[in-house]
């Protein structure tokens, strides 16, 4: 299985859109960080050069809620980096309506705030929707950072965790924590919540899976993880359909079915993997042969799952 395993942590940075020298930062951390949380508007973008020759945009924002902290001013300057590439910055629009997890003393010549976080702590706001869905974890969130007894906060966060990944917008920061087992930015273990989950969670996690609709993300099918032993005879039969009737590139999709179809059907598929991806890397990879290479390994994984997986 560790090819597979490989295979799918590559797939997870691409998914999540990963500016490695900056570590994840999923809401839950967000929230825990960051000394200010505010809801506003862009009304204005300036820039300006510092006496040591750094070029820094200022978003003027109009401060439309404080769910964090406490901000007397109804106007804050946000400083960022536009021209930076990796990792991604924050990046603001005239009438832009944002969301932004931020902190103070950005620079000592210019003061004023800023996203530490860059990309992952700015939000675009769409619709009241977005708005109020992100606000009602924040704000849930927060209230459970203050129960003092560790183990009650642990069972919380795995309920608000389970929360947050029945709806789309949260699912990819819920399912990230869920997961985690270890910081490598602090090099600490966590709290590895999946523990915590009890058979109601997992059955909530199942219905949310059972529910979506087709091109699955990388984070939904990871919802498989969590939900093993509720109903596998209907996943198998669900991840059978997919994988015969996937039309997504090859590469970012098979081995996900390689992996969770052989997770619960408790078989290893990991030859099958190595043989499909055994040009990865090569000048072979994106030839015609190889494709049709791919094409016949895939064809013969769905022809094994057919006899095993009753329709």
């Known amino acids: 299985m560790k090819n597979l395993l490989i295979l799918l942590l590559i797939l997870f940075c691409f998914q999540k859109n990963y500016s490695f020298p900056i570590p994840e930062r999923t809401l839950k951390v967000l929230i825990e960080k960051n000394q200010f949380i505010i809801e506003g508007e862009v009304f ?14 200022i978003a003027k924002i109009k401060i439309l809620k404080v769910l964090k902290g406490q901000i007397k001013n109804d106007t804050i300057n946000i400083y960022f980096r536009p021209n930076m590439i990796c990792p991604a910055p924050d990046s603001y629009q005239i009438n832009e309506k944002v969301l932004c997890f931020i902190d103070t003393n950005f620079n000592k010549e210019l003061g004023g705030y800023y996203v530490p976080d860059l990309s992952y702590g700015k939000k675009t ?27 009650k906060k642990d069972i919380e966060t795995t309920e608000w965790l389970v929360k947050c990944a029945e709806i789309d917008i949260t699912r990819e920061d819920a399912v990230s924590d869920l997961l985690k087992k270890y910081d490598y930015e ?19 996690l199942y219905n949310c899976f059972i529910n979506l609709k087709s091109n699955l993300s990388y984070f939904d099918l990871s919802l498989l993880i969590f939900t093993k032993g509720i109903d596998d005879k209907n996943i198998l039969k669900i991840l059978k359909y997919i994988a015969k009737n996937s039309h997504e590139d090859f590469c970012t999709t098979c081995n996900l079915y390689f992996y969770y179809i052989g997770m619960y059907l408790n078989e290893d598929f990991d030859a099958i993997s190595k043989e499909y991806f055994k040009n990865l890397g090569t000048m072979k990879y994106n030839s015609n042969e190889n494709k ?4 016949m390994v895939y064809d013969k994984f769905l022809n094994e799952i057919e006899k ?3 329709n």
């Open 44 to 57: 204005r973008i300036d820039s300006i050069t510092t006496e040591n020759n750094d070029f820094f945009s």
């Open 125 to 151: 706001i769409t619709s009241d929707y977005l708005i109020n869905i992100y606000a009602n974890r924040i704000n849930e969130y927060l209230n459970i950072l203050r129960i003092e007894n560790q183990y």
């Open 186 to 204: 602090k090099n600490i273990k966590t709290t590895y919540y999946a523990d915590f989950l009890t058979t109601s969670h997992k059955e909530r």
């Open 292 to 295: 049709i290479h791919m094409q």
């Open 308 to 310: 095993k997986i009753p």
